[in-house]
């Protein structure tokens, strides 16, 4: 099934490791983002990209980096990690957003301790 | 700036109820609307959307109709299941101002239907 491709599903990871979390998609969409999921905040953007080899801060970008070397892939990356990033964590693409919104994938959940 | 504000939950209801969940939004351009279902542990899952004023949006027994002048995109249906208990997000795209157009997310309703 076309669609987005999210690894780890969850994730208990040490204060000051680093991590990187997975995204792929198949869809051949232009543009993609990180958005991350908290209890009465909604979803907040973190990084996007409007095409390969493009990126853009989001509205809490502080603490991760993204990059897009390809059309499929989307990795966001966690340098050092601190028990605010506990989250979930969506990724997800577009294609004319305008007409069909936003595909996303089933999150990774992530416990920073 | 372009924003979305949705009614606080959560909304519990019993099955067969019917269902509105209040959506209003502030943008510039000509946004298209969209709602997004968020079942337990699951991703987000686009329910319906609506491109122009007038257009009613529909899918699964849900309606929204887009009304520009009162700014408003209400999530509507006639009689909900236990299944339909989920977090539903109203969002918005303003099409056609310039720069990169992100979708802006309210903060999201729980319903809770009961049997």
């Known amino acids: 099934t076309a669609g987005i491709t999210q690894a780890p599903t969850s994730q208990i990871l040490a204060a000051g490791r680093s991590m990187t979390l997975r995204c792929t998609q198949d869809m051949r969409h232009n543009a993609m983002y990180w958005y991350r999921q908290d209890l009465g905040l909604g979803l907040r953007l973190i990084h996007y990209?409007?095409?390969?080899?493009?990126?853009g801060k989001g509205e809490v970008p502080d603490g991760y980096s993204v990059s897009r070397a390809n059309t499929d892939d989307f990795p966001l990356t966690l340098a050092s990690a601190v028990p605010s990033q506990t989250s979930v964590y969506f990724c997800a693409s577009s294609d004319r957003p305008g007409n069909y919104g936003y595909t996303f994938g089933s999150g990774t959940r992530l416990t920073v301790v | 700036g372009n924003s979305v504000t949705q009614m606080e939950g959560p909304v519990t209801l019993s099955e067969e109820a019917f269902l509105t969940i209040n959506c209003t939004y502030t943008?510039?351009?000509?946004?298209?609307l969209f709602w997004y279902v968020q079942y337990p542990g699951e991703g987000l899952q686009l329910l319906l959307k609506?491109?122009?004023?007038?257009d009613k949006g529909s899918n699964k027994g849900f309606e929204a109709t887009y009304r520009k002048e009162t700014t408003s995109f209400h999530l509507e249906k006639g009689s909900v299941q236990v299944s339909d208990s989920a977090v539903y997000f109203c969002?918005?795209?303003?099409?056609?101002?310039?720069?990169?157009?992100?979708?802006?997310f309210g903060t999201g309703t729980r319903l809770l239907v009961s049997p």
């Open positions: 943008a510039t351009g000509y946004p298209s």
């Open positions: 609506a491109t122009k004023a007038d």
């Open positions: 969002a918005l795209i303003a099409v056609g101002t310039p720069g990169f157009q992100k979708l802006v």
């Open positions: 990209s409007n095409t390969a080899g493009t990126t």
